[in-house]
């Protein structure tokens, strides 16, 4: 069952009466299921945040509909929306987004804070999370006394708080050495196995990618191609790096 449905995304920035425009997407069409784990890559400028933010109902497209958890976010009022985002979609950011204020518990609780849920619901869950990320020892620490791979897992949890239907990663390893990507990626493979989350990661990283059961990739704001992992983690690779090739653009800045 689709969890998410891009429909002819179109995104045009600037004014047009003024002719000065950039179309950022053209015409991009995307389905996700539930469970489904996929990364989204290709070369700089060629429209992967705007895609994200249209997706999570940031940004709005110039044509073409979005549709979550069977809702037209574009119909969606602008409170409502704030409300959808925090029930539905949980996020992963490159930098964490961390509240440097608020200890490692208190960044998971918050979003179930808003969500009004009860102490008992709000200790059980940091718990249950907790115990699945491996960071029931550093609870009561700050960001800042954490590092940045146990930041990251604190983020990923914080994500999965709401139960959302889908979580949307934007280079979720950009900031991490490998050891740390390796095991963000194994949490994401976690949650695709515990939960029915499905998950979309925007990536520049072909080993990041590698853990995905599809990559999907797009050139000039449009798909280009898309592949499936069918067999080992590592052949995968192997295949993205020959169709990151294909595509062209700078490789350092895949
Ligand atoms: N707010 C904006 N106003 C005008 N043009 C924009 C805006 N945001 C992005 N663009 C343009 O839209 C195109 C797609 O940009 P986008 O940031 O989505 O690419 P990207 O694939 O995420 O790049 P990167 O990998 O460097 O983050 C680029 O040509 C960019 O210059």
Redo the contacts with the bound molecule.
């Keep these: 069952m689709a969890i998410l449905e891009a429909s002819h995304i179109v995104k045009i ?2 004014d047009i009466k003024e002719e000065r425009t ?1 179309q ?1 997407l053209n015409e991009i069409s995307l389905s996700i299921n539930k469970g489904e784990f996929i990364a989204i890559m ?10 994200l933010n249209i997706l999570s109902g940031l940004d709005k497209p110039t044509s073409g509909e979005v549709t979550i958890a069977g809702e037209k976010i574009n119909e969606i009022s602008r409170n409502q929306l704030a409300l959808f985002r925090r029930q539905q979609l949980g996020f992963v950011f490159q930098d964490f987004n961390l509240l440097d204020s608020l200890t490692v518990k208190e960044n998971m609780m918050l979003p179930m804070i808003l969500e009004k849920k009860t102490t008992e619901d709000i200790n059980q869950k940091v718990q249950e999370l907790a115990a699945l990320f491996g960071i029931e020892n550093i609870l009561d620490k700050y960001p800042y006394q954490i590092s940045g791979g146990q930041q990251q897992r604190t983020a990923v949890s914080r994500a999965l708080v709401n139960n959302p239907s889908i979580i949307l990663a934007d280079e979720p390893t950009g900031n991490l050495d490998s050891a740390s990507s390796a095991d963000i990626m194994e949490c994401f493979e976690t949650i695709v196995e515990n939960s029915s989350a499905a998950i979309l990661l ?1 990536t ?1 990283d072909i080993f990041a990618a590698s853990y995905c059961q599809k990559v999907v990739f ?1 050139k000039d ?1 449009a798909i280009h191609s898309s592949i499936v992992r069918e067999n080992s983690r590592e052949e995968f690779a192997q295949l993205i790096m020959a169709e990151l090739s294909v595509l062209g653009g700078r490789r350092d ?1 895949f």
């Design positions: 920035y600037g950039t950022a290709g070369a700089s400028g060629s429209g992967k945040t705007t895609l925007v520049h797009i704001g800045v």
